[in-house]
T-cell receptor, first 114, second 111 residues
C-alpha cells in the first residue's frame, strides 16, 4: 500500500527564517514519482517539483530546495529566507511509475509572518 | 497549449439536487483522474478514467457518485441527491504518460 505522511500540521515562522517541511512515504514500487504542490489561499494547486525514484540528487530552485533520501523514504522541502507570499498549504504526493492515481499527504499549513 | 480546464469553478446546490462537474483534459491527454478535497484535508483519489472506460474507481463512494469520459467532450463527475457532506473542492487531473496536471478545481457548496 502507498502512503504519504506529513507529520507537521501547521508551521509558523517569521519572515526571512528558513523552514523545512517534512514528508515520509511508503511504497512497494521500485519506480515511483514524488511531488510537492503548493495550495495558496485561492485554492488552486501549484506544481512545484516532480522527482523520479532513481534520481536522488538534491534539487535547488531559487529559495526552494528538496532533499530526497531513499534510505529513509523521505522527501523534505526547504524554503530559505521565507516570505509572506510563501504562506500556503503544501502537499507532498506519491504516484506509481505508471502515472496512475496520486496519493497525497494531509498537507502542512505554513504561516509566514511579516 | 491550454491546461486542464474545469467548470464551473464554483457551484452551489441545495440538498437533493444534482451536481455535474466538467473537466477538459490537456490536449493530447487521454487519462483523467478525479480527486476530492474536503475542508482542511488533503486530496483523496476518487476515480481514474480513460476514453470511454473506467480504469479504477476504488475511491468513489458506492452511491450517488458516477463519472464518465466519453469519446467526445469533457469528463463529467456527477453527484446525485447531494448532501452537505459533499461540499468540497473537486480537482481533475490529466496525463498521457507520467505526471499528472491538475485543473483549478470546482468548489461545490451544498446548502
Amino acid at each position: 500500500a502507498q502512503k504519504v505522511t506529513q507529520a507537521q500540521t501547521e508551521i509558523s515562522v517569521v519572515e526571512k527564517e528558513d523552514v523545512t517541511l517534512d514528508c515520509v512515504y511508503e511504497t512497494r514500487d521500485t519506480t515511483y514519482y514524488l511531488f510537492w504542490y503548493k495550495q495558496p489561499p485561492s485554492g488552486e494547486l501549484v506544481f512545484l517539483i516532480r522527482r523520479n525514484s532513481f534520481d536522488e540528487q538534491n534539487e535547488i530552485s531559487g529559495r526552494y530546495s528538496w532533499n530526497f533520501q531513499k534510505s529513509t523514504s523521505s522527501f523534505n522541502f526547504t524554503i530559505t529566507a521565507s516570505q509572506v507570499v510563501d504562506s500556503a498549504v503544501y502537499f507532498c504526493a506519491l504516484s506509481a511509475a505508471g502515472g496512475f492515481k496520486t496519493i497525497f499527504g494531509a498537507g502542512t499549513r505554513l504561516f509566514v509572518k511579516a | 497549449n491550454a491546461g486542464v480546464m474545469q467548470n464551473p469553478r464554483h457551484l452551489v446546490r441545495r440538498r437533493g439536487q444534482e451536481a455535474r462537474l466538467r473537466c477538459s483534459p490537456m490536449k493530447g491527454h487521454s487519462h483523467v483522474y478525479w480527486y476530492r478535497q474536503l475542508p482542511e484535508e488533503g486530496l483523496k483519489f476518487m476515480v481514474y478514467l480513460q476514453k470511454e472506460n473506467i480504469i479504477d474507481e476504488s475511491g468513489m463512494p458506492k452511491e450517488r457518485f458516477s463519472a464518465e469520459f466519453p469519446k467526445e467532450g469533457p469528463s463529467i463527475l456527477r453527484i446525485q441527491q447531494v448532501v452537505r457532506g459533499d461540499s468540497a473542492a473537486y480537482f481533475c487531473a490529466s496525463s498521457q504518460n507520467a505526471g499528472q496536471y491538475f485543473g483549478p478545481g470546482t468548489r461545490l457548496t451544498v446548502t
